[in-house]
């Protein structure tokens, strides 16, 4: 079989395993979930009436879209004073935050599963240069 299509198959096989363990597995949809959480968490913690907050699901990315009735001080703070959106985004994971009245956006995510493929092709690509470096056939007489 051609090298060339040994590869193939060998990238094929990653992204096939990222893709299952991101989707039919649920590893994606947990980990939204615990974010989700958090991010309620500290919105419960700053105690604003009526704000509420949900992770982006279709498709599934680490942003926080925020609702509700918050003027720019609870959603920015000031100073010593963080607001909501530093707060949100200060939780591990999180990759933006975004408000549904399009004002405050800050950061940027890509949807989960690309983040997965791309982290995938990464390092079936350093596991394919390790092999190589480690495991090919010497030469004679080649140091």
């Known amino acids: 079989m051609p090298l ?11 992204l096939l395993a990222g893709w299952i363990a ?16 958090q991010a309620l968490a500290v919105v419960r913690e700053a105690e604003i009436p009526g704000v ?13 879209l925020l609702s509700g009735p918050a003027d720019d001080f609870q959603r920015e703070g000031t100073g010593y004073f963080p607001g909501l959106n530093d707060r949100i985004l200060g939780l591990s994971g999180l990759g933006a935050i975004g408000w549904a009245d399009g004002r405050g ?3 940027w995510a890509l949807p989960l599963l690309l983040e997965t493929e791309a982290l ?17 056939p010497r030469r004679e007489g080649y140091l």
């Open 52 to 64: 509420e907050a949900r992770l982006q699901r279709n498709p599934l990315a680490r942003r926080a």
């Open 120 to 136: 995938v092709l990464v390092f079936f690509g350093l596991g394919l240069l390790l092999g190589w470096r480690l495991f090919r």
């Open 105 to 107: 956006d800050r950061g």
């Open 4 to 14: 060339f299509a040994r590869l193939l198959i060998g990238i094929a096989a990653a």
């Open 22 to 37: 991101h989707g039919p597995v649920g590893r994606g949809e947990a980990f939204v979930d615990r974010l989700e959480a």
